[in-house]
């Protein structure tokens, strides 16, 4: 009763302000199937509904209803006949029909043969039928139940295209038994047995479905965890905000009217939602998150409002592993639906062939077929007019001085290019730039907008140079911001993780002289004063210093004992970066041989402390460096290594699952240098070993790498053996939405792990206070195993058996101890690993 009142029925009040049609049942079990307009409790469609809905949106051009009743009963009969297949496959070849609609045999009242007809009308969104119908009974006959009742099921034309699961919102973690509830519903849950537990059927037609306890709303498609259902927090166009959105809020008035307005969620189902393999074998479908459908909407308003290529283009602001690729494939798929602006040529921009490969594969979602421009001379293939889809990497266009133009861009040096001629002098280009901060300056910038002088160019970015220091701005050369998703924003929304940082070794210590010195002089204590001269001229002490083997080696058995013990175990991957490709291939065979000694010393210990599956685990492992060529005079050490890792497939192992049957998947820790800093994407990457200095845009592009989600990983990890703290807060002030965000303050979104230890301990406390708000005063006795008594220790476990059955203290317990266990987590981890 609490559940319909505080959160069901509001939902449905709210649905109706929008305009659905209403069917609000109340809380109780339905026995009459007509009120839901159906025959009986088996049926997932309303058939008359589908039908008359339909027969309304299928008309010639004059307006005139063409369809007959067999052939109603016909098609009717065809979206129901899917019985047997897998519920992803379903859903997949359903969200198809709703796109592209079906045919029959022939217009009885034109003579066409096998026209289309259409199951949405999108061109006029308010043609179809939207109901919400709640407490939607259905039997499941051969289920381990007889039945299972949806708090509210909305239906597009007849078809359930929505699941909602209302929680009252004192229910222990009521957005996660929202979520098991669903699963049970969709018969995804885990069965050890295989028993039925729900009714696939329900979830054929579904878009998406809604988690909500009123103060909370999530959504998330058939294929996802509950970890990658997402709040819905803003609510764009803004002529569609009718309630006041405060900042952050989550609450499920804020996703009804951002997703469930009528036309919006036509929009959705059109255009934001796709389905894409994200590996080998394993096909996910997914929606845009509300910054990525709002910044689409923003670039399509820009493109129809502005004035000038300046005024139509700008920069899209989003914080990487926030999905910007998608977003270009979203903006692709709503362009073409357009009538004035669906015949636009878009040319993507990449500036390295890793991306590019990324890139390709991404924007192939949009349905189109994409031509790749890989040669200068190619480039007349984008002289025409045709509204099709491109990518080209300028820089491959030219060689100079015998070195790649990608290894200058590496070593952060924008080649000079010979000036280009006119490509194509037409207003109908859109160019999406990738990593729009990277080659925006110099002639390669220039050279693009020569080439097509009259395109909008939009750039795409999570670090764009905004300090002094840079003399282009990016913002300035695009023509101004045109939507924000930062940091710290996508750590709340789940769009990516948190970042923990662990310093190693202190900034000052590299920056005193005195100390440095010293440094210095123990690590070259071996060599002569001769040799110790001749390093320091030929390369300066610092970056001797960060070279040698003798520091490279000492810190490589620190890396190998910190993840062994902490990520390696949950099967999470490393990046080493280092400050030189000679550093770089050092640390691959150092990080080689500290595995050798450590699989050593662990295979020693006695029979009962000796791991033998995680040894397993530690001999499997393998290092690759990943570094580009140096010329013709390149060390041997260096070519050998780079050849390995061309023969091992690297990066593509790098991004797999450990398998202990597949020796290529092998590589868990990779050896960069400026290589796989930017726009590499790696969710299985949990920890990056920093060694190289770096600052603003380079190093939020670099720790960046490790924020990606994945089931299973609470956190990205930073452990710097360089010293960046100072450069961090510098980067941090620059790319999250604090203002007053100064260096002892940044651990919101980027928490040094020593500054944990007194949030644990304020945890702990919440906790003690707790129990003693609900009089359970012996719990430090209790904990610290203070009472002796036997009967009074057993008096005091009932006493909290017995308040446990207070859903508030449940629900207020269950989320204490989950904060607690967190910090826990993490400093038993990293402590142990570091120290």
């Known amino acids: 009763m609490a559940e319909y009142l505080n959160v069901e029925q509001p939902f449905l009040e709210k649905l109706g302000q929008l305009g659905w049609q209403v069917i609000d049942q109340g809380f109780g079990i339905s026995q009459d199937p007509k009120k839901s307009l159906r025959e009986n409790f088996k049926q997932v469609v309303l058939p008359e509904e589908f039908k008359k809905s339909i027969k309304k949106i299928n008309v010639t051009a004059d307006g005139t209803q063409w369809l007959t009743a067999k052939q109603l009963d016909e098609i009717l009969y065809e979206i129901q006949s899917f019985s047997g297949r897998p519920l992803h496959e379903t859903n997949k070849d359903v969200h198809r029909m709703l796109l592209k609609g079906t045919s029959v045999a022939v217009n009885e009242l034109t003579g066409e043969e096998n026209p289309t007809v259409r199951l949405v009308d999108f061109k006029k969104w308010e043609n179809n039928s939207f109901i919400a119908i709640n407490q939607f009974r259905l039997l499941t006959p051969g289920a381990s139940r007889q039945g299972i009742i949806p708090d509210i099921v909305l239906f597009l034309n007849g078809l359930p295209v929505i699941v909602i699961e209302c929680k009252d919102f004192d229910v222990a973690e009521p957005l996660s038994e929202a979520f098991i509830q669903v699963s049970r519903y969709a018969n995804t849950r885990d069965d050890d047995y295989g028993f039925k537990e729900g009714e696939e059927r329900l979830f054929y037609y579904n878009i998406f479905s809604v988690l909500t306890h009123g103060r909370e709303a999530r959504v998330g498609t058939i294929s996802a965890d509950f970890d990658y259902y997402n709040n819905w927090v803003d609510i764009f166009p803004e002529e569609y905000c009718c309630v006041q959105v405060k900042p952050d809020e989550e609450r499920q008035e804020v996703l009804i009217h951002g997703m469930l307005n009528k036309e919006i969620l036509v929009d959705i189902l059109k255009h934001y939602t796709i389905f894409m393999e994200i590996k080998k074998g394993v096909e996910i479908k997914t929606l845009a998150r509300y910054n990525q459908y709002r910044a689409v909407g923003k670039i399509i308003k820009n493109l129809r409002e502005g004035k000038t290529p300046i005024e139509k283009g700008g920069v899209i602001w989003h914080t990487q592993g926030s999905g910007k690729s998608l977003t270009m494939v979203f903006l692709i798929k709503k362009l073409r639906s357009c009538n004035d602006l669906k015949d636009l040529k878009v040319i993507f921009v990449v500036d390295r062939s890793d991306l590019e490969d990324q890139l390709s594969e991404t924007a192939a979602l949009t349905g189109e077929p994409v031509k790749i421009i890989d040669r200068r001379n190619k480039l007349h293939f984008l002289s025409d007019d045709t509204g099709n ?441 990293t402590r142990a690993g570091g120290e």
């Open 389 to 829: 889809v491109n990518m080209v990497m300028i820089h491959k266009f030219l060689v100079e001085n015998n070195v790649e133009a990608q290894s200058l861009i590496d070593a952060g040096i924008v080649p000079k290019f010979e000036k280009f001629e006119v490509i194509n002098n037409s207003d109908r280009i859109l160019i999406l730039i990738d990593e729009a901060h990277r080659t925006q300056g110099g002639d390669m910038g220039d050279n693009l907008f020569t080439g097509f002088p009259n395109a909008v160019r939009i750039g795409f970015t999570g670090t764009p140079l905004l300090t002094e220091r840079h003399k282009i701005k990016t913002h300035e050369r695009f023509g101004g911001f045109i939507d924000y998703y930062k940091f710290d924003k996508a750590v709340k929304d789940r769009a990516t993780v948190e970042i923990k940082y662990i310093g190693k070794v202190s900034k000052d210590k590299l920056e005193d002289k005195e100390l440095f010195d010293a440094e210095f002089e123990d690590m070259f204590k071996q060599r002569t004063d001769e040799e110790k001269l001749e390093i320091q001229r030929r390369y300066g002490s610092l970056t001797a210093y960060l070279e040698s083997k003798e520091r490279i080696k000492k810190i490589s058995k620190d890396i190998i004992d910190h993840y062994y013990k902490d990520i390696l175990v949950n099967g999470f991957k490393a990046q080493v970066v280092a400050t030189s490709i000679v550093a770089a291939v050092r640390y691959k065979y150092e990080l080689e041989t500290a595995i050798k000694e450590k699989v050593v010393a662990l295979q020693a210990l006695p029979e009962g402390e000796r791991d033998d599956e995680a040894i397993a685990k530690l001999e499997f492992l393998k290092v690759a460096a990943i570094v580009s060529s140096l010329g013709n005079n390149e060390p041997g050490f260096i070519s050998t290594a780079r050849r390995e890792a061309h023969e091992m497939n690297a990066i593509d192992s790098f991004k797999s699952d450990f398998n202990i049957e597949k020796p290529e998947t092998g590589i868990g820790i990779i050896c960069v240098c400026d290589r796989l800093l930017t726009g590499f994407d790696a969710p299985i990457e949990q920890v990056m070993y920093l060694d190289k200095s770096l600052r603003e845009h380079d190093l939020f592009q670099a720790i960046t790498r490790v924020n990606r989600t994945r089931k299973g990983k609470s956190y990205g990890l930073i452990v710097d053996y360089y010293g960046v703290t100072k450069h961090l807060g510098e980067a941090l002030n620059i790319y999250t939405d604090s203002d007053r965000l100064e260096l002892n303050e940044f651990m919101q979104v980027f928490r040094e792990v020593n500054k944990e230890i007194p949030v644990l301990e304020a945890r702990f406390k919440r906790l003690l206070d707790l129990f003693k708000d609900y009089k359970l005063l012996k719990i430090e006795n209790f904990l610290n195993q203070k009472i002796s008594d036997g009967a009074e220790e057993f008096e005091f476990v009932e006493d909290c058996i017995e308040k446990a059955k207070n859903i508030k203290f449940r629900a207020e317990l269950l989320t204490y101890a989950k904060s607690f266990y967190d910090s826990l987590d993490l400093l038993f981890n």
